[in-house]
């Protein structure tokens, strides 16, 4: 929560507001940004997911050894046929597997990263090898894949537009500030300032 502003704050905003002019930023300005930054305004893929986790301790060389034994037998079962969620529900050390082994939908930042970074690179199907994690080895079937999509001028206009806004609103700022100190006469210290309204 932003705490209250102070009468001192409230006047340093005032005079700024008043002896400060930003431009206008119109619709051509808004679009010509939306499409020269289009990864701004891309949705994050996401990945339908089931996994089996074969728990190994990471501190342990031999017990990771002989888990990831374990899930290179699991994923021979699953090519020829067993059923992934009874698997799962033996299996997994996870709590999902009270779902089946099922994650959901995930994109980039919800899982561990060693996991994420392979999660959202495999196809769809079932994955050929263990992804091995902090946790031990994943064995994970991809449902679905849905790519990020880009999202209509309309839907993200008004977020650019307090964007742009605030990066106007702070470079008129020190522009500003600039052009004050530009025009101060302090004795005994020397500060770099400009003279003009149009310092870049």
């Known amino acids: 929560m932003q705490d209250a502003e102070t009468l001192e704050e409230a006047t340093v905003r005032c005079l700024l507001e008043h002896e400060i002019n930003t431009p206008v930023i119109g619709d051509f300005e808004l679009e010509t940004f939306y499409n020269s930054n289009p990864r701004s305004f891309t949705t994050p893929p996401l990945v339908s997911a089931k996994h089996i986790l074969i728990a190994a301790d990471p501190e342990d060389d031999l017990e990771r050894s002989a888990q990831r034994d374990i899930a290179l037998n699991l994923i021979l079962q699953l090519q020829a046929g067993a059923d992934f969620s009874a698997l799962a529900m033996e299996y997994s050390a996870c709590p999902s597997k009270e779902q089946q082994g099922s994650l959901g939908q995930l994109s980039k930042g919800q899982t561990v990263p060693e996991f994420e970074r392979q999660l959202l ?75 003009s309204p149009l310092v870049q």
Request: charged share 25%.
């Open 121 to 195: 690179r495999l196809p769809l199907g079932l994955a050929e090898q263990p992804i091995e994690s902090r946790y031990g080895y994943h064995i994970v079937l991809v449902e679905q894949r849905v790519e990020g999509e880009l999202l209509p001028f309309h839907r993200v206009k008004e977020r650019i537009a307090a964007q742009l806004g605030q990066r106007v609103w702070q470079k008129s700022v020190t522009q500003y500030l600039q052009m004050l100190v530009g025009e101060a006469t302090i004795e005994g210290i020397r500060l770099q300032g400009a003279a």
